[in-house]
């Protein structure tokens, strides 16, 4: 596989995973929904993303990775997709240890009796969110710049 199919698949995974992460960070915060609208919209997310987004950040980090291990040549380049690499892994550390164990909760509530401890799960939700939304922005833009302005100079 040559190194600008790498890159390119790579551009499309890292803006999959940021865009998502950040449509969500946009478009559904949940701060003022109902108990019930907040179960129905979280419930019917982690049904449509708990499995997928895994999976499209694997894929990714091994991307960045692979596009590091081709430019390892080039200390800036190689040093910046492995920073990019490294925010995509703390971006699926904090999916893994800080969201997922509350969609697990989530995932077994009735919208009709939801628990009284809603709003500190929605918020503590909402807090890993952030920091995995920015993190994986960080990344985007890393790779971004990478292909924009450093390897266009590399390769005249």
Same mark, same amino acid.
């Given at each position: 596989?040559?190194?600008?199919?790498? +890159?390119?698949?790579?551009?499309?995974?890292?803006?999959?995973?940021?865009?998502?992460?950040?449509?969500?960070?946009?478009?559904?915060?949940?701060?003022?929904?109902?108990?019930?609208?907040?179960?129905?919209?979280?419930?019917?997310?982690?049904?449509?993303?708990?499995?997928?987004?895994?999976?499209?950040?694997?894929?990714?980090?091994?991307?960045?990775?692979?596009?590091?291990?081709?430019?390892?040549?080039?200390?800036?380049?190689?040093?910046?997709?492995?920073?990019?690499?490294?925010?995509?892994?703390?971006?699926?550390?904090?999916? +893994?240890?800080?969201?997922?164990?509350?969609?697990?909760?989530?995932?077994?509530?009735?919208?009709?009796?939801?628990?009284?401890?809603?709003?500190?799960? +929605?918020?503590?939700?909402?807090?890993?969110?952030?920091? +995995?939304?920015?993190?994986?922005?960080?990344?985007?833009?890393?790779?971004?710049?990478?292909?924009?302005?450093?390897?266009?100079?590399?390769?005249?």
């Amino acid at each position: 596989m040559n190194k600008q199919l790498v +890159r390119l698949l790579n551009l499309i995974m890292a803006g999959l995973i940021a865009g998502t992460l950040f449509g969500i960070w946009i478009g559904y915060n949940p701060q003022n929904l109902s108990p019930q609208a907040y179960v129905e919209q979280q419930q019917n997310a982690i049904n449509a993303l708990n499995t997928l987004m895994p999976i499209l950040g694997l894929i990714t980090i091994i991307l960045t990775l692979t596009s590091a291990t081709l430019h390892k040549s080039n200390a800036t380049i190689f040093g910046a997709f492995l920073g990019a690499a490294g925010l995509f892994i703390v971006s699926g550390l904090v999916t +893994r240890f800080g969201n997922q164990p509350i969609n697990s909760i989530v995932m077994t509530w009735n919208k009709a009796e939801v628990p009284t401890t809603w709003v500190e799960l +929605r918020d503590k939700w909402w807090f890993f969110h952030t920091i +995995r939304t920015a993190t994986a922005l960080g990344a985007f833009c890393l790779i971004c710049w990478v292909n924009i302005f450093k390897l266009t100079a590399f390769q005249n």
